[in-house]
């Protein structure tokens, strides 16, 4: 690559460089299913293999370099978006979400402020209300009232947000203003995401003051439990203050009852959370909206669109029903900040709903997704998701050699092996070593369990019906060679 005397790659070089950037891309999305699904290279392997240290000129140009991604970094990458990657959630994306990202990146764009550009702000606005359209989500997380929504980084920023919301709440701003003085107690249930647990600590509140209530035979938290610890805290002197609620647990999808819980909380003036990081998505479907009964009791939701939205990461949409509490807990306004639209209260500056005083343009990509699939197109690829799993589970449940570990939820499918840990651990090894898909596991009532989840964007029958034939063959094989 030729540089000019300012070292910048020129507007040529750059479209030319893009051109050949996106043909890569396509390229890779098309041929991705062919490729091992989980990494298999041993730490260390692309370190040693770069340079030592940087180079003092610029090197040979764009192809020089799209030739080392492909020799060098595509061996250590797990393929996220290949139709048999079952592990974990989706985190998927699509032709609309990448060219929205490669936008957000060409405009480069500091959305800290409705001032510093605010097509950003507005943007975004509009699109977290469009999601509260898209999912008939309660009106109290709409712009125009008292609450409204943000586009976090992560599910565990948006908890982060709430408890920090909620402790200033609980505390008079005394948090704030003086540093914690203790007391102040949070609850989620056994099956709650570890986020809630780091939460609590950079909180301040201390995992200590973190009760793990029960769940019944679902998975999904007890409310005479719950309530049952409310009252044991109170009267042990201490201050209840919040609560994490889970639509979608991250190891069976289970949902807690949000209407009992969220009655449960207004009775005892406590923040009520709900995390439905990947399944919140279900409610662009209808039929799948009676998971998210009681919802409107909610003071803040989150859910993730770069889960099972098509939208790659990140991208989490997090909702508040009282903005102004969230904000009074997170501004600070340094002078170098003042400016005539934040102060005429008239705006959202978004630095002010978030962590970090920085952020990105991420509604683009959600803006783009929608436009492209509309909400029919959404619920078409989530009706066959869950479609699929409902299938793979039955014929689960029909073998004799594996079992339903919990009924299938969704597009979760957990199961395991009939003899026992041993064999299920050996079933999950021998099933990701092959390359041709990715599973992950979990724990349920002390027994080892497989988890598979379908929901990549371009999964298809053909892709699972592949899986289930060779996890059949697999737990056969296994039957033979396993002591129970």
Same mark, same amino acid.
């Given at each position: 690559?030729?540089?000019?005397?300012?070292?910048?790659?020129?507007?040529?070089?750059?479209?030319?460089?893009?051109?050949?950037?996106?043909?890569?891309?396509?390229? $890779?999305?098309?041929?991705?299913?062919?490729?091992?699904?989980?990494?298999?290279?041993?730490?260390?392997?692309?370190?040693?293999?770069?340079?030592?240290?940087?180079?003092?000129?610029?090197?040979?140009?764009?192809?020089?370099?799209?030739?080392?991604?492909?020799?060098?970094?595509?061996?250590?990458?797990?393929?996220?978006?290949?139709?048999?990657?079952?592990?974990?959630?989706?985190?998927?994306?699509?032709?609309?979400?990448?060219?929205?990202?490669?936008?957000? @990146?060409?405009?480069?764009?500091?959305?800290?402020?409705?001032?510093?550009?605010?097509?950003?702000?507005?943007?975004?606005?509009?699109?977290?209300?469009?999601?509260?359209?898209?999912?008939?989500?309660?009106?109290?997380?709409?712009?125009? /009232?008292?609450?409204?929504?943000?586009?976090?980084?992560?599910?565990?920023?948006?908890?982060?947000?709430?408890?920090?919301?909620?402790?200033?709440?609980?505390?008079?701003?005394?948090?704030?203003?003086? #540093?914690?003085?203790? #007391?102040?107690?949070?609850?989620?249930?056994?099956?709650?995401?570890?986020?809630?647990?780091?939460?609590?600590?950079?909180?301040?509140?201390?995992?200590?003051?973190?009760?793990?209530?029960?769940?019944?035979?679902?998975?999904?938290?007890?409310?005479? %439990?719950? +309530?049952?610890?409310?009252?044991?805290?109170?009267? %042990?002197?201490?201050?209840?203050?919040?609560?994490?609620?889970?639509?979608?647990?991250?190891?069976?999808?289970?949902?807690?009852?949000?209407?009992?819980? /969220?009655?449960?909380?207004?009775?005892?003036?406590?923040?009520?959370?709900?995390?439905?990081?990947?399944? #919140?998505?279900?409610?662009?479907?209808?039929?799948?909206?009676?998971?998210?009964?009681?919802?409107?009791?909610?003071?803040?939701?989150?859910?993730?669109?770069?889960?099972?939205?098509?939208?790659?990461?990140?991208?989490?949409?997090?909702?508040?029903?009282?903005?102004? +509490?969230?904000?009074?807990?997170?501004?600070?306004?340094?002078?170098?900040?003042?400016?005539?639209?934040?102060?005429?209260?008239?705006?959202?500056?978004?630095?002010?709903?978030?962590?970090?005083?920085?952020?990105?343009?991420?509604?683009?990509?959600?803006?783009?997704?929608?436009?492209? $699939?509309?909400?029919?197109?959404?619920?078409?690829?989530?009706?066959?998701?869950?479609?699929?799993?409902?299938?793979?589970?039955?014929?689960?449940?029909?073998?004799?050699?594996?079992?339903?570990?919990?009924?299938?939820?969704?597009?979760?499918?957990?199961?395991?092996?009939?003899? /026992?840990?041993? %064999?299920?651990?050996?079933?999950?090894?021998?099933?990701?070593?092959?390359?041709?898909? $990715?599973?992950?596991?979990?724990?349920?009532?002390?027994?080892?369990?497989?988890?598979?989840?379908?929901?990549?964007?371009?999964?298809? %029958?053909?892709?699972?019906?592949?899986?289930?034939?060779?996890?059949?063959?697999? @737990?056969?094989?296994?039957?033979?060679?396993?002591?129970?």
């Amino acid at each position: 690559m030729k540089h000019d005397d300012d070292f910048h790659m020129s507007p040529d070089e750059f479209r030319r460089a893009g051109h050949t950037l996106v043909d890569w891309i396509a390229d $890779y999305r098309e041929r991705v299913a062919t490729l091992p699904v989980q990494s298999q290279v041993e730490p260390g392997a692309l370190r040693a293999a770069l340079p030592a240290s940087p180079p003092e000129h610029g090197d040979e140009g764009f192809d020089a370099w799209l030739r080392d991604v492909d020799e060098l970094v595509l061996p250590g990458i797990t393929h996220w978006q290949a139709p048999a990657f079952f592990a974990y959630f989706p985190a998927n994306t699509s032709g609309p979400s990448i060219l929205g990202e490669l936008l957000s @990146a060409g405009l480069g764009v500091q959305g800290m402020l409705w001032a510093t550009s605010p097509a950003c702000t507005e943007l975004e606005t509009h699109m977290l209300d469009w999601l509260v359209d898209l999912m008939a989500l309660p009106e109290k997380f709409r712009s125009r /009232g008292a609450g409204g929504g943000v586009l976090q980084d992560s599910a565990s920023s948006a908890v982060l947000c709430a408890l920090l919301a909620a402790r200033e709440r609980a505390t008079r701003f005394e948090s704030n203003t003086h #540093g914690g003085r203790g #007391g102040l107690v949070a609850y989620g249930s056994t099956q709650t995401h570890s986020s809630l647990d780091k939460g609590i600590a950079v909180a301040g509140i201390g995992r200590a003051n973190l009760r793990k209530i029960s769940v019944d035979e679902r998975f999904a938290m007890d409310p005479q %439990a719950l +309530a049952a610890a409310i009252a044991a805290d109170r009267a %042990a002197g201490r201050k209840p203050f919040f609560v994490c609620a889970t639509v979608g647990t991250t190891s069976t999808l289970a949902a807690d009852p949000l209407r009992a819980i /969220g009655e449960i909380c207004a009775r005892e003036g406590l923040w009520l959370h709900v995390d439905a990081a990947m399944a #919140g998505s279900a409610a662009v479907c209808p039929e799948h909206r009676v998971l998210f009964d009681g919802l409107e009791l909610a003071d803040s939701y989150c859910f993730n669109p770069h889960k099972w939205l098509f939208t790659n990461f990140d991208c989490s949409a997090f909702f508040v029903a009282d903005r102004k +509490a969230l904000t009074d807990a997170l501004s600070i306004t340094p002078e170098y900040l003042r400016n005539a639209a934040s102060e005429s209260g008239g705006i959202i500056d978004y630095r002010d709903w978030q962590i970090p005083l920085g952020r990105r343009f991420r509604a683009l990509k959600l803006w783009f997704v929608i436009r492209h $699939y509309g909400a029919a197109g959404l619920r078409h690829h989530l009706r066959r998701h869950i479609a699929l799993a409902a299938e793979l589970g039955a014929r689960i449940a029909a073998d004799p050699h594996l079992e339903l570990a919990v009924p299938v939820s969704l597009n979760l499918v957990c199961f395991r092996h009939r003899r /026992g840990d041993e %064999a299920s651990r050996a079933l999950l090894a021998r099933l990701n070593a092959g390359g041709r898909m $990715y599973l992950s596991h979990t724990v349920v009532e002390e027994r080892h369990t497989l988890r598979l989840c379908i929901g990549q964007t371009h999964v298809a %029958a053909g892709h699972v019906e592949t899986a289930w034939q060779e996890i059949a063959a697999a @737990a056969a094989a296994l039957n033979q060679g396993v002591s129970p």
